[in-house]
């Protein structure tokens, strides 16, 4: 929930604040979320999806012809290269990539040719990154 309000580095301190205010989180899980997002954020894989600039969609619905819907955690769109990034929390299991998969396939039949499929595994204040 937290990572949907959170578009480049720049958003993290005041989604906190904010979440901190409106009673969500407490001063302590505020600390905690902190480490956790900003060592997210810090990963040599990770950051370029975070950095200003980029057109992000978090949460965007997209919705087929039969009325199905899919929801990938986040879009990335950078040039002509489109990134899928799904968060995850747990151990890897086989229905996360399925899952990163047939949004792919949505995304590909949408015309975008150039994309990349990132999980990322938030377990503690471990994070896990995952190329598909």
């Known amino acids: 929930n937290v990572l949907s309000q959170i578009f480049t580095i720049e958003d993290v301190d005041e989604t906190l604040n904010s979440l901190l205010l409106d009673g969500i989180l407490d001063n302590d899980e505020k600390i905690q979320l902190h480490k956790i997002i900003n060592q997210l954020i810090s990963n040599p894989g990770i950051n370029q999806y975070f950095k200003k600039g980029l057109e ?4 965007a619905e997209i919705l087929l012809p039969d009325g199905k819907t899919y929801r990938p955690d986040r879009l990335v769109f950078d ?6 990034i799904d968060y995850k929390t747990g151990s ?19 015309g975008y040719e150039k994309i990349n499929k990132v999980l990322i595994y938030i377990n503690n204040e471990n ?4 190329e598909v």
Do not use: G, P
């Open 56 to 59: 992000i969609k978090n949460e």
């Open 79 to 84: 040039d002509d290269k489109l990134t899928i």
């Open 92 to 110: 890897q299991k086989e229905s996360d990539i399925n899952q990163i998969k047939k949004y792919w396939e949505i995304l590909y039949e949408m």
């Open 127 to 130: 994070c896990e990154v995952v």
